[in-house]
């Protein structure tokens, strides 16, 4: 889905439906994770735009000292309780650009499915000052791509979009090692070493129902006025269910990694 600027409040709305229906992250990359960076009960961690914490138990489960940083309040209430019997596990409710915390003082900063929020050039400036010599930024993000399995499924819901939200299936490209790799290379121009990219790939199959209430989860798709969003979304329903019932998203998911001297 795309990303619009200024919409980081609407998660903040539905986080309970977030933390139901957007998708972990596969084993494989906190594997490629802790390969690339070796974390345990000392290390320092940050994790950038907490959400529901989708990505953040395989990090706890190392028994680091984790501070998650999250915008949202109804988020960071969420997330520090779900996570509360984890005793170096804590939230602080702001924005990255505003968070405190002494330089040169972290292991790891990860950010997954959020940094893109973050203006680049301040965020990336931020996670290098912030981070010990050694020490690593992982970023990761799930890229759902249109169903390749169902003939007809996609031509389907771009006619329903092209009336609610012109142009958004139409332009969307799957996600590339091509894309990764100019991601990974972004952060040389802060100072990075070490940068390194893997890809992940998996499929999700939802009813129709369900698929509604995932879309229910965009930011995009939350900020349309609510008459017009449950026209839209029963247009979207009506589509799948006439073609079988069921859609299955083929999902990209990439990890860029980069170390500070």
């Known amino acids: 889905m795309p990303i619009i600027k200024g919409l980081e409040w609407t998660f903040n709305t539905v986080y309970k439906e977030y933390d139901k229906w957007r998708p972990t992250y596969v084993e494989e990359l906190y594997e490629d994770i802790f390969t690339y960076k070796e974390i345990n009960s000392s290390s320092k961690v ?7 914490g ?8 190392t028994g680091c000292i984790l501070t998650a940083v999250e915008y949202g309040d109804e988020l960071s209430m969420y997330a520090k309780q779900k996570f509360n019997c984890y005793k170096q596990f804590d939230v602080v409710n702001a924005k990255f650009e505003d968070f405190e915390c002494e330089d040169n003082s972290l292991d790891l900063i990860y950010s997954a499915s959020a940094f893109h929020w973050i203006p680049e050039e301040i965020g990336y400036a931020k996670v290098f000052k912030l981070l010990k010599s050694g020490g690593v930024f992982a970023r990761f993000a ?3 791509y249109k169903d390749k399995s169902r003939y007809g499924m996609h031509e389907a819901l771009q006619k329903v979009y092209d009336v609610y939200m012109p142009g958004v299936l139409g332009s969307e490209k799957e996600y590339s090692q091509e894309n990764a790799k100019n991601r990974a290379e972004i952060a040389k121009k802060y100072g990075f070493i070490d940068t390194a990219y893997k890809m992940y790939y998996r499929t999700r ?10 879309l229910g ?6 900020a349309i006025e609510e008459k017009i969003r449950k026209k839209f979304f029963g247009e979207i329903k009506s ?4 073609l ?7 999902d990209t998911i990439d990890l860029e990694l980069a170390r500070k001297p």
């Open 54 to 61: 989708q990505a953040t138990l395989p990090i706890l489960e």
């Open 244 to 250: 079988g019932g069921v859609i299955t998203i083929y």
């Open 217 to 222: 989860t965009y930011s995009d798709h939350i």
């Open 239 to 242: 589509a799948i269910d006439e």
């Open 46 to 52: 940050v994790e950038i735009g907490i959400g529901t």
């Open 142 to 144: 799930n890229h759902p």
């Open 205 to 214: 199959t939802f009813n129709s129902d369900e698929y509604i209430l995932l």
